[in-house]
């Protein structure tokens, strides 16, 4: 693909039925060949069934969640005419008189990272974290995940913990 670096990235919150179940798809199709992207968070809510593999009903469970997310959970991406480049999940908390933000989820479709969209979603969910009062803005990774670590830490994140899981 020939991507123009100078052309404007343009970042919507997508909160139509519709427009999520169509987003939620893709997303799912950019997740199941990438196992190094599961963390303890897709193991919890169900999305992984091991450290190493995906439910079975992945995209399934991935719709699930899309349409039933209440408003604490936003979803930012960019489309172009080629279809969904990316996505950017950001869950805000309020507990205890703290405001709490997570970026949830990251992805770029393949044929279109290192054209800036990463940076500009990133820079788009770090605002509005900021906008909902978030002292913090919180992520986790996949441990072998190792091209966002290199990403986030190039956006000044730093490894604060390591989660750790065991089958009961």
């Known amino acids: 693909m020939n991507v ?3 052309a404007e990235i343009r970042i919507v919150e997508v909160s139509d039925p519709r427009a999520l179940r169509d987003l939620a ?3 799912a ?3 199941r060949p990438l196992p190094e992207y599961i963390s303890h968070s897709e193991i919890l809510w169900g999305r992984a069934a091991a450290p190493d593999r995906w439910h079975e009903d992945f995209a399934g469970i991935i719709e699930r969640e899309f349409a039933a ?3 604490a959970t936003r979803r930012f991406a960019v489309r172009d005419e080629e279809g969904w480049a990316g996505l950017a999940c950001l869950n805000v908390q309020r507990e205890d008189g ?3 933000a997570t970026l949830e989820d990251l992805i770029v479709d393949p044929g279109r990272r290192r054209t800036g969209i990463a940076t500009a979603l990133l820079r788009y969910v770090e605002a509005a974290g900021r906008d909902a009062g978030a002292d913090w ?3 986790e990774s ?3 995940n190792e091209g966002a670590h290199a990403f986030f830490e190039r ?3 730093q490894t604060v913990s390591r989660v750790m899981v065991k089958k009961a």
Do not use: I, M, P
Request: glycine share 12%; no cysteine; net charge positive.
């Open 4 to 6: 123009n670096r100078d």
């Open 25 to 27: 798809r893709w997303f």
């Open 29 to 31: 199709s950019q997740l």
């Open 69 to 71: 997310t209440g408003a």
């Open 98 to 100: 703290r405001t709490v």
């Open 137 to 139: 803005l919180a992520l």
């Open 142 to 144: 996949g441990l072998r």
């Open 155 to 157: 956006h000044g994140y």
